[in-house]
C-alpha cells in the first residue's frame, strides 16, 4: 500500500530551527508537496520538490532525496504564527496526491 | 485574481438528514475542482473530482455524491447523512494549465459534526 509518515506533533522555541520529517513510500513519484494548515482553515502550499535537492523560499526550506524516500521542511527563525500543522503529499504515478496526516508545530515563547 | 468560496462554513445535522456543500471558483476558466474530507489525525481523503461540466470520477464508494452543473460550482451531496460522515469538507481547484503538478488551492472548509 502507499504510506506517507511524519510525526504527529513537534515543539520549538520561537525564534529557533525545526525540521520536519516526511518518508513515503509510494506506486511511483512525481513530486513531494508541502501544505501549511492553521487551525480550523484550510491547507496553504508552501513547496514543491521532484528533484533531489534544497528548495529555498524565503525562512522556508524543502528537501527531497528520492533514493531514500525522504523529504524534510526546515523553518528558521521561528515565528509564533507558524505554529500550524504541516502537511506532506506525494504524488503518485496516476498523479494522485497522497497525503500524510500532518505534523502539528507547537511554537513556544 | 482567482478566489474559491465554499458553504456553509458550519454545520450541524441529524443522521439520516441531506447535505449539500457548494463551491464557486471565481477569476479562472475551466478550472479541475475536487472535494476532499479530512479526519482528526488523518491525512485529506480525496473524495471527488472533476476536470468539466458534468464529469465526475469518485475516488471512495460512500454515500455521498458530487455535482458540477456550472463550470466554476461544484457541490457535494448526501441523501442521508451517517455519524461516519463527519469531518472537515475542503473544496479545492487546480489550473488546468498548470500540469499534473500544480498546486491545489482550498476553499475555506465546511466542519460537518452528524449527530
Known amino acids: 500500500g502507499q504510506n506517507i509518515d511524519q510525526p504527529t506533533e513537534m515543539t520549538a522555541t520561537e525564534g529557533a530551527i525545526v525540521q520536519i520529517n516526511c518518508t513515503y513510500q509510494t506506486s511511483g513519484f512525481n513530486g513531494l508537496f508541502w501544505y501549511q494548515q492553521h487551525a480550523g482553515e484550510a491547507p496553504t502550499f508552501l513547496s514543491y520538490?521532484?528533484l533531489d535537492g534544497l528548495e529555498e523560499k524565503g525562512r522556508f526550506s524543502s528537501f527531497l532525496s528520492r533514493s531514500k524516500g525522504y523529504s524534510y521542511l526546515l523553518l528558521k527563525e521561528l515565528q509564533m504564527k507558524d505554529s500550524a500543522s504541516y502537511l506532506c503529499?506525494?504524488?503518485?504515478?496516476?498523479?494522485?496526491?497522497?497525503w500524510g496526516a500532518g505534523t502539528k508545530l507547537i511554537i513556544k515563547p | 485574481s482567482q478566489t474559491i468560496h465554499q458553504w456553509p462554513a458550519t454545520l450541524v445535522q441529524p443522521v439520516g438528514s441531506p447535505l449539500s456543500l457548494e463551491c464557486t471558483v471565481e477569476g479562472t476558466s475551466n478550472p479541475n475542482l475536487y472535494w476532499y474530507r479530512q479526519a482528526a489525525g488523518r491525512g485529506l481523503q480525496l473524495l471527488f473530482y472533476s476536470v468539466g461540466i458534468g464529469q465526475i470520477s469518485s475516488e471512495v464508494p460512500q454515500n455521498l455524491s458530487a455535482s458540477r452543473p456550472q463550470d466554476r460550482q461544484f457541490i457535494l451531496s448526501s441523501k442521508k447523512l451517517l455519524l461516519s460522515d463527519s469531518g472537515f469538507y475542503l473544496c479545492a481547484w487546480k489550473s488546468p494549465l498548470a500540469g499534473d503538478t500544480g498546486e491545489l488551492f482550498f476553499g475555506e472548509g465546511s466542519r460537518l459534526t452528524v449527530l
Open positions: 503529499a506525494v504524488m503518485d504515478s496516476n498523479y494522485q496526491l497522497i
Open positions: 520538490n521532484v
